[in-house]
T-cell receptor
Framework: GAGVSQSPSNKVTEKGKDVELRCDPISGHTALYWYRQRLGQGLEFLIYFQGNSAPDKSGLPSDRFSAERTGESVSTLTIQRTQQEDSAVYLC???????????FGPGTRLTVT | KQEVTQIPAALSVPEGENLVLNCSFTDSAIYNLQWFRQDPGKGLTSLLLIQSSQREQTSGRLNASLDKSSGRSTLYIAASQPGDSATYLCAVTGGFKTIFGAGTRLFVKA
């Protein structure tokens, strides 16, 4: 079946603009995760959804970041007033149940100029 | 706060050699531990998942072990091949979070 998909694959935006990143999990997967990977660095956990609720939002880097999920389907990660330090690859993963084996999408490369 | 460390940071071996990658974590209250490989410019591929109640998992030439009490996991790769060249990541899950190590960059020379 289809894997995790993310769109866009690449996004270049000007500093101060808002961006929206999308993740489509594997069908039937109840849990969804967002991560950030800055150039040359490790993966940073941002947020986890079980269904459409997020028990812990403390991993979001600042209040400019927000995430939503519709039911057990698509999720969007929104970054408001983007800054250059937001430049990174944003990765999404899903799992059948909460914190079972995670399957990753190809990521969205965000460049803030 | 959970911290995950991977040693070595980089490793270069000749083809055919058996090798061990190490992962250590500071908080033993984990739900599971997962090993991934990441190829340049690509996403992550899941290799093995070990639940906290398990001691090891095997898939083909890969074997992962978990010693929760000492906060350690190892990934054993048998008979390494050039196609194994990638960055190997260890990820520890507990408390509604998954924390990744920085990875071990492996290069297998033909």
């Amino acid at each position: 079946g289809a894997g995790v998909s993310q769109s866009p694959s690449n996004k270049v935006t000007e500093k101060g603009k808002d961006v929206e990143l999308r993740c489509d999990p594997i069908s039937g997967h109840t849990a969804l995760y967002w991560y950030r990977q800055r150039l040359g660095q490790g993966l940073e956990f941002l947020i986890y959804f079980q269904g459409n609720s997020a028990p812990d939002k403390s991993g979001l880097p600042s209040d400019r970041f927000s995430a939503e999920r519709t039911g057990e389907s698509v999720s969007t990660l929104t970054i408001q007033r983007t800054q250059q330090e937001d430049s990174a690859v944003y990765l999404c993963a899903s799992s059948l149940l909460g914190f079972n084996e995670q399957y990753f999408g190809p990521g969205t490369r965000l460049t803030v100029t | 706060k959970q911290e995950v460390t991977q040693i070595p940071a980089a490793l270069s071996v000749p083809e055919g050699e058996n090798l061990v990658l190490n992962c250590s974590f500071t908080d033993s209250a984990i739900y599971n531990l997962q090993w991934f490989r990441q190829d340049p410019g690509k996403g992550l591929t899941s290799l093995l998942l070990i639940q906290s109640s398990q001691r090891e998992q095997t898939s083909g030439r890969l074997n992962a072990s978990l010693d929760k009490s000492s906060g350690r996991s190892t990934l054993y790769i048998a008979a390494s091949q050039p196609g194994d060249s990638a960055t190997y990541l260890c990820a520890v899950t507990g408390g509604f979070k998954t924390i990744f190590g920085a990875g071990t960059r492996l290069f297998v020379k033909a």
